[in-house]
């Protein structure tokens, strides 16, 4: 019998083949390991053969990769120390490995990636002292889509994108791992898809990451038109070049997300009209001691120099919650993500973000690039005018501020006229309208950028921007999704900017509908009563139109 | 204590492979080396998530300091490393 389940789109394109079902974390038992250096160097040891056996370059690189992580002294020696003060020895490597991969999701980018890899090793290391081995990924000799309850990347590295067509997640969200790696590799994939394992193992399956569906055993009619949908979308995908716009040229400003020089000099290669958001964070990280205005002068120059005549929008420093700077010594917070982050580090340690934009402001003259400047975790009016003033004070001018706390959507009538523009960052706006943590796991159904909730919060941001003449932009996840980003324009906003790789796709999808079907597609969105029929809704008119 | 202050040559910063590359070598001197951006906190050289962590960017100056025996032989095997272009290194 046919049936389709629904979970959440997380890496677009369409693959049929049987579904394989795989457990990862239930592996066999085996001798525990008596302290952390015999478990470590037991991960260690399975990391590297398993590098010998990978199938593609890339897994190789991951893999030993992870190995380097396992055998890390400073890394081991941290989680020896927590376990001299009496901590669990699992306990120890787990805040080790976190301490870690926080340091590196603070350098946004290339590094950021690199988070999950140590968090894996982490788990891999407290698997051997609590005994459990970890399983590998099936080989049935034959094409099959993964199904699972989540992927690690030392799992994943082990991927042959030639053998695993499609990947199907029960947990995760859109920016999960699972989500970064299938985009990465191009594999379909679909997340957060509860019961997958179940229904889907040994069943024919198409997996659609557009839509974020897995059809089991679908009738030949049904695979018939997404297979020829999914061909229209690649050849189109290729075909559409130049500036983002609507099939009536209404523009829509295509940026790119970076995080440092490197990721500038990539997406200025990618055709990406200018930058949506720049992470600032890098040159902070694990420091003790604050970078010196020079130093920051010549990072900040380093990367508008790529984008000079183009828009360029810089974040400061968003520091504190996930994203911890030592030299800023803010201690540990009970609940960091609604601590002393963003915007509010500077009420406890006042001068930085002053320094910061003197910097930028020399940057900009330096290079003649048009930055614009924004604050992140914005709340009140009282910040935005604050925070605006600070910036002209420094002779930038254009002040905006992020839209990520509800308050501030719900405000926006007030904020935006203190300020020259806006940008929702979805991911931490989703995080907080729906109180999901980013990192839950199991909590990817809430996280899905099209709960309606988010997308009322994005109407009123929007109808404020253009009560006031105020473009709103949005840089979160959301951006990169294709037929969400139709949404989005339908729902005024005027500029996407997301991960250089995806905006090919974004770019052809909105050359073919007009601003009204845009509009009308928002509008069946957020009259839905849920995100599954938000999407179904809004996608149905703009894969018709 | 000996230093040493050399510019990084490879084309994608002290990441990925060089980043590797150099932290198995470091290790490999069997002398406790560091490493740190001019002017930031020093790390230990042989701890690869402590280098990454460093965020050293291509054309960066970075100053490697070691002491005891063997300290200037390590010192300058490291610079010839740091100042050769990484990823072009066995590229096929």
Known sequence: MSRTLTGVAASPGLAAAPGVRWDAGEGVAVEPAPDIQTAARRVQDDLRRRATEAPTSEGRTVLEALSLFAGDPELLASAEAAARQGVSLPDAVRAASGHYAEQLRALGGYLAERAEDVLDVGARIVAALEGRHVAEIPNPGHPYVLVARDLAPADTALLDPTVVVALVTEQGGPTSHTAILARSLGLPAVVACAGARDAADGHALVVDGDLGEVHIDPPTAVVEALTARAERQRRRTTAVTGPGMTKDSVPVALLANVGGARDAAAAAESGAEGIGLFRTEFLFLGRTDEPSLDEQVEAYADVLAHFVGRRVVVRTLDGGSDKPLPFLELGAEENPALGVRGLRTETVRPGVLERQLTALSAAVVRTGCDAWVMAPMVSTTTEARWFASMVRGRGLPTAGVMIEVPAAALRAGDLLPEVDFASLGTNDLGQYTMAADRQCGDLGTLLDPWQPALLDLVAMTCAAGKAHGRPVGVCGEAAADPLLGAVLVGLGVSSLSMAAPALAAVRATLRDVDLATCAEAARLARSAPTAAEARNAASALLLGA | ?92
């Open chain 2, 1 to 92: 204590m000996p230093s040493r202050t050399v510019t990084v040559a490879s084309r994608v910063g002290l990441h990925a492979r060089p980043a590797a590359l150099f932290t198995q070598a470091a290790a490999a001197t069997g002398v406790p080396v560091t490493i740190a951006k001019s002017g930031g906190a020093a790390v230990n050289a042989a701890s690869i998530l402590s280098v990454l962590g460093l965020g050293v960017g291509s054309g960066e100056e970075v100053v490697l300091s070691a002491d005891g025996d063997g300290a200037d032989a390590a010192l300058d095997g490291l610079v010839a490393l740091l100042s050769t272009d990484l990823d072009a290194v066995d590229e096929v």
